[in-house]
């Protein structure tokens, strides 16, 4: 099951994924009454092992795919969900985290959507630091539940799961918007840098971009509009599953960069 998440089979379901993020938005809701709901609950609390003390943010608990849960290993086909993206915290994902634990005040008192936010956990990072509204996007409806969990193990109140397209979407006032290894396809890369540019350009929001250096991220145009603001050795377990990554960096992204007084503005 794992094997076919990890880099050197992942062109084909990078494929898949960008096919489902540019289909007609779409929203899917499951309140956490429903009988559905509660399977997926079930179904997750027995098929992942709570982990997250070997990455870079070991205060943060996640439900996660470990080596000794059984879809590690097993027949791909005996998923019944969507590919579980969401069991596996990704560099990106854990050096925007670490950066937001780090420095609080970028989030704190703001509106933050966590953009592709798979487990949870940069979202939840956001509502530890004193985020006013944080809201948890992903078009897995199964990540929406996981986010949901996640949040019950940090001691984190239920965040807003949206599990619609929203991007291309008409732009909303969230202050900051997050983005951990959400540039692992070149078209996607180029759709998200023109919904961002409309994002700021609308309400000012900031962007904060997590990426461990994949060559779609590194090569693209947007790469002109950066700065980096931290950068993170992965640790081993991490190295390990994450093959030629050995460190994840978190990148300010703002079309109006020129000099360092917006960076120093957004430092404050």
Known sequence: MLSRLKPQKCARYV?????????TNRYRCLSNNSPSCEYIR????????????QSLTPEVKLRLFTPSCRFWRERPELWPFDDPYWAIYW???????????????????????????????????????????????????????????????????????VTDNMIGSEPKGFDLILLG????????????????????????TKVLIGDPGRPQFQEHGIQRLLHQLAQFELPESVKEENYGLT???????????????????FLK
Not at 126 to 146: E, T
Not at 189 to 198: E, V
Not at 247 to 265: A, C, D, I, K
Request: glycine content about 10%; proline content about 3%; some cysteine.
């Open 247 to 265: 460190y994840s960096s978190v990148w300010y992204y703002h079309p109006q960069l020129r000099t360092g007084e917006n960076l120093m503005h």
């Open 15 to 23: 494929k898949t994924i960008f096919s489902v993020l540019t289909e």
């Open 42 to 53: 079930q179904f997750i609390s027995e098929n992942t092992e709570i982990a997250g003390e």
């Open 91 to 161: 560099p990106g994902g854990q050096a925007l985290s670490r950066y937001l634990l780090d420095n609080p005040g970028v989030c704190q008192g703001m509106s933050v959507l966590d953009l592709g936010s798979g487990c949870g956990a940069s979202a939840i990072a956001a509502k530890l630091c004193g985020a006013s509204h944080v809201v948890a996007n992903d078009i897995d409806s199964v990540a929406a539940v996981a986010t949901c969990m996640n949040c019950e193990l940090n001691g984190v109140e239920p965040l807003v799961c």
């Open 181 to 204: 290894d959400m540039f692992y396809d070149e078209g996607l890369a180029t759709s998200l840098h023109s919904w961002l540019d409309r994002c700021i350009k609308t309400n000012g």
